[in-house]
């Protein structure tokens, strides 16, 4: 069986993703993995291999390109099938292609209002073309059940981590200082709000007045003129770290929260990967009440906020007056639900059907 898998980060060696390892064990699935875009070059190519995959992160002017190159290329080999895409928006590429299709949609909520003719041309190339939809969550399966998509092509595979590469230390240490990280940078400036930027910071500042706390921004250089503005009066308690990170796991372990402050989740990831990466290495996390990770019922490990200053200020002085109960949790809840060898045993009994 041949697979063409159109990933979406597998070869990002930054802290957003779940880095070279996601790779090592996607070959536990008898599969080879090859890019279409050349790392160094910037430029698309194509090799051999039972698995070939797309990396969406090319410059903008690579990535229309790989996009004609692949569907051309792929629509004229015989011997692929089946095409597994994983997106962060709408694929609207895929009513192009001639093979069966497999997408995993990392949010529940992909468009805006303003989107409303985009949304309905994709969610009917949805219902056409696609075999499955894979959700990254019960709250995403939902939203397309709410949009009149076929039951019977939804199907939720919660999104996994290496349980081994993220793992606690045996006995971790609490920090004189609360320590509390933040790893989930917006791309862009005008993705400030979306991601509740202002309201970490202005959160932090109430908490910091009362408890010893510091904050740790792993930050992408796009924004840092911005975010440098906003934290001027914050009095060194803020810091950011732009560079680049190979090794993500010492911040998860060296940390007693890991936060995602998101307003709301258009435009973000369902659960982020950061609040798992966390939860693997035993440090609770706070996230919003809308986002996937709510709707697992859980009640220790991840503390729950509404998206406004005063939810967030709760949720941090939740956690840290009852952290043992918190951190004591946090890793079971990443063996429970996010190990990915669970999630390709669930992907590979999905592929066979294609044989």
């Keep these: 069986m041949r697979v063409l898998y159109c990933g979406y980060n597998l070869y ?3 802290y957003e993703s779940m880095t070279n390892h996601t790779s090592d064990l996607l070959h ?4 080879r993995i090859i890019t279409l875009q050349n790392l160094k070059t910037k430029k698309p190519i194509i090799k051999k291999g039972k698995t070939i995959i797309i990396n969406n992160r090319a410059p903008w002017k690579y990535f229309k390109l790989s996009k004609i190159f692949f569907i051309i290329k792929i629509n004229s080999q015989k011997n692929i099938d089946l095409i ?3 997106s962060f ?7 192009y292609i001639k093979k069966n299709i497999i997408l995993s ?3 529940g909520i992909l468009f805006n209002e303003k989107d409303k003719i985009i949304k309905q041309k994709f969610l009917k190339i949805l219902r056409i073309k696609t075999k499955y939809i894979i959700c990254e969550s019960q709250r995403a399966k939902e939203y397309f059940l709410n949009e009149k998509i076929p039951p019977e092509k939804l199907i939720t595979i919660l999104p996994g981590i290496d349980l081994e590469y993220f793992a606690p230390k045996k006995q971790k240490k609490i920090n004189k200082k609360f320590k509390i990280l933040f790893a989930g940078a917006p791309l862009r400036e005008g993705h400030f709000y979306t991601r509740g ?3 970490l910071i202005k959160s932090f500042e109430k908490f910091s007045s009362k408890h010893n706390s510091e904050l740790d921004l792993i930050w992408r250089a796009h924004g840092n003129r911005k975010i440098k503005s906003m934290i001027k009066k914050t009095k060194g308690r803020i810091k950011i770290t732009d560079k680049k990170i190979k090794d993500m796991r010492k911040f998860y372990l060296g940390s007693e929260v890991t936060i995602i402050p998101y307003r709301n989740v258009k435009g973000n990831k369902d659960i982020p990967t950061s609040a798992i990466e966390s939860l693997a290495c035993g440090t609770p996390v706070i996230a919003p009440k809308y986002s996937g990770l709510n709707s697992l019922g859980i009640k220790k490990g991840i503390v729950f906020h509404d998206g406004t200053v005063n939810g967030i200020y709760k949720s941090l002085v939740e956690l840290k007056k009852n952290y043992k109960k918190h951190s004591k949790n946090a890793r079971k809840i990443a063996e429970k639900y996010f190990d990915f060898n669970e999630e390709l045993k669930k992907l590979n009994n999905i592929y066979k059907q294609f044989i």
């Design 28 to 31: 536990k699935m008898g599969e």
């Design 84 to 86: 597994h895409v994983i």
């Design 12 to 14: 990002h060696k930054g």
């Design 105 to 107: 949609l990392s949010e």
């Design 89 to 95: 928006g709408p694929p609207m590429y895929i009513k």
């Design 197 to 199: 930027i202002d309201l």
